[in-house]
């Protein structure tokens, strides 16, 4: 079967990641309860920035954010080996701007996730994802963001939200911890 997955906040830790930068260059101490009670995905307002102080914050911080040591969600790695090691397909599908494409798959391959060649999409918009989902004819479809996970519904996709604080308003099938997919896909092939 095909297994599409998003990155960030969905394989990745990375709004925590940036959580912890920003704490450092603004020289505060934003409690860690402060961001997983968060209403929305940005970050900026915990340290009493507006949207657009926020938004310059995270432009100048981006490659340090993508590129330095974010935290990998537990059992991720794992069970994308575990899903390769069974003979599916795994693709990843971010829609972090198009010049980081080459950055970011090489920053999945130096952190031991399995990549392989031309199932890697970067640069999309969020609301395109869906033509790729599409195309691709993925079995599995997993995803942080309310915004993308809305324009999936008609597909006949396995659609997963990843548990996060800012996507509990949404009805879909949810996992909470890696290490559920792969009973999540021995109880439907059933
Ligand atoms: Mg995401």
Redesign the pocket.
């Known amino acids: 079967m095909k297994f599409g997955f998003?990155?960030?906040?969905?394989l990745i830790n990375?709004r925590e990641h940036a959580f912890h930068i920003y704490n450092d260059r603004l020289q505060q101490n934003v409690g860690l309860d402060v961001f997983h009670a968060l209403p929305s995905?940005e970050i900026h307002s915990a340290f009493g920035l507006t949207k657009e102080e926020g938004g310059k914050l995270w432009s100048s911080l981006r490659d340090d954010i993508y590129y330095s040591k974010c935290g990998v969600f537990p059992h991720a790695r794992e069970v994308l080996h575990a899903l390769v090691d069974q003979g599916h397909e795994v693709y990843y599908i971010?829609?972090r701007a198009k010049e980081h494409t080459d950055r970011t798959r090489e920053w999945l391959i130096a952190n031991d996730f399995p990549v392989t060649d031309g199932h890697f999409y970067c640069g999309m918009s969020d609301s395109e994802k869906v033509h790729i989902i599409d195309e691709l004819k993925l079995d599995y479809y997993f995803?942080?963001?309310p915004t993308?996970l809305e324009t999936l519904s008609h597909l006949p996709v396995n659609v997963y939200v990843?548990d996060r604080s800012y996507n509990q308003h949404l009805q879909i099938p949810r996992i909470t911890a890696w290490d559920e997919l792969l009973d999540i896909i021995k109880t439907e092939a059933g």
């Open positions: 998003d990155i960030d906040d969905t990375l995905m971010t829609a995803d942080d963001k993308v990843k």
